[in-house]
């Protein structure tokens, strides 16, 4: 992953009501989540929805499907691994990662 789209969408979830979004939307899973569903979830107005979906849908965490009528969104899983694998391409400085009380940690 290159820098330039990391910054993009680092930036793009450094807002609470983006952040939110994209969590809704990871935990939804494939099948995805309507615009109307979002705005039901987490209570924000679908003009302000509207804005951040765009902005994460530009940094390329979140793809748009039309079916029918309807906008499906859906959190760019394989974006969020690239992101995810970005920020821990280094960790342990090569050595082995363990997880305790949910975070990593670098093996002794």
Known sequence: MESNAVVRSLA???????LQVFRCLVVAGQEGLTPSDLVEAIGVPATSLSFHLKELTHAGLVTQERQGRHL??????DQMNALLGYLTENCCQGEACAVSNGSLVCSP
Not at 12 to 18: D, G, I, M, S
Not at 72 to 77: D, E, K, L
């Open 12 to 18: 793009a979830l450094a807002q609470p009501v983006r």
């Open 72 to 77: 499906i969104y859906r959190a760019a899983f």
